[in-house]
């Protein structure tokens, strides 16, 4: 049986967005194929906590390429309890990012400094970057600054 520390969110595709991801004592993350009334009805009734509630999936095979563990049985997974040991840092506001550009004995690189400039902060069109993705998930509560 796999069991790990659950944690739900929303998928912002607009479509039905509650899920339940399920962190393995190895550190791995995998989306859980649970009901979804099942999924609503315990966050509901806070028998489902985010980083707090442990599943028992029972049997499952993990499909790599989409991230999720595929349960034989069909029935909800066991909720079989709760532990608070997970302390997330809350982290907001303007915070600075270190990037290290590494040049190589032959004075070779990947990147020139605007790209990784651009890859992290936006710039030439980029839509989609680190600041803006971090910004877009914290909803504008956390925001990366060039000093």
Do not use: M
Not at 79 to 100: E, Y
């Amino acid at each position: 049986a796999v069991i790990g520390e659950v944690n739900f969110g929303e998928i912002e595709s607009g479509l039905d967005s509650e899920f339940v991801a399920c962190e393995t004592a190895h550190g791995l993350t995998y989306t859980v194929d649970a009901p979804l009334g099942w999924i609503k009805q315990k966050i509901a009734n806070g028998e489902l906590i985010s980083g707090e509630s442990q599943l028992d999936i029972g049997e499952a095979t993990i499909n790599a390429a989409s991230g999720k563990l595929i349960r034989k049985n069909k029935d909800p997974p066991g909720l079989f309890k709760k532990q608070k040991h997970r302390n997330l840092a809350i982290t907001t506001g303007n915070r600075s990012v270190l990037v290290v550009r590494v040049v190589l004995s032959d004075g070779s690189t990947s990147s020139s400094e605007t790209q990784l400039s651009d890859s992290i902060f936006g710039g030439s069109g980029d839509i989609a970057n680190l600041k803006s993705q971090y910004r877009a998930c914290s909803h504008n509560q956390l925001n990366f600054v060039k000093t």
